[in-house]
């Protein structure tokens, strides 16, 4: 697992949006924020691979 630096403020803020929104944690909603944008650069290539592990996480059927 790799290491990011980032800003107090927006962990705080990102870990209580988290929580709100019912992920298991911080590292969570990250990884789904970084899925989401990627898959939006990406295109529909990889958009099969970020729904798979979508369903994997249990987030859709």
């Known amino acids: ?4 630096k ?8 990102a870990k ?6 019912g ?4 590292e969570e909603f990250i ?3 970084i899925e989401e944008k990627i898959a939006l ?7 099969k691979a970020v729904h798979d592990q979508l369903r994997g996480l249990g987030y859709i059927e």
Do not use: H, N, T
């Open 23 to 26: 992920y298991s944690g911080i």
């Open 16 to 21: 209580k949006f988290a929580e709100l929104e």
């Open 31 to 33: 990884c789904s924020v």
């Open 41 to 47: 650069i990406d295109g529909p290539a990889d958009q």
């Open 6 to 13: 980032i800003d107090s403020k927006l962990y705080d803020r």
């Open 1 to 4: 697992m790799a290491k990011i």
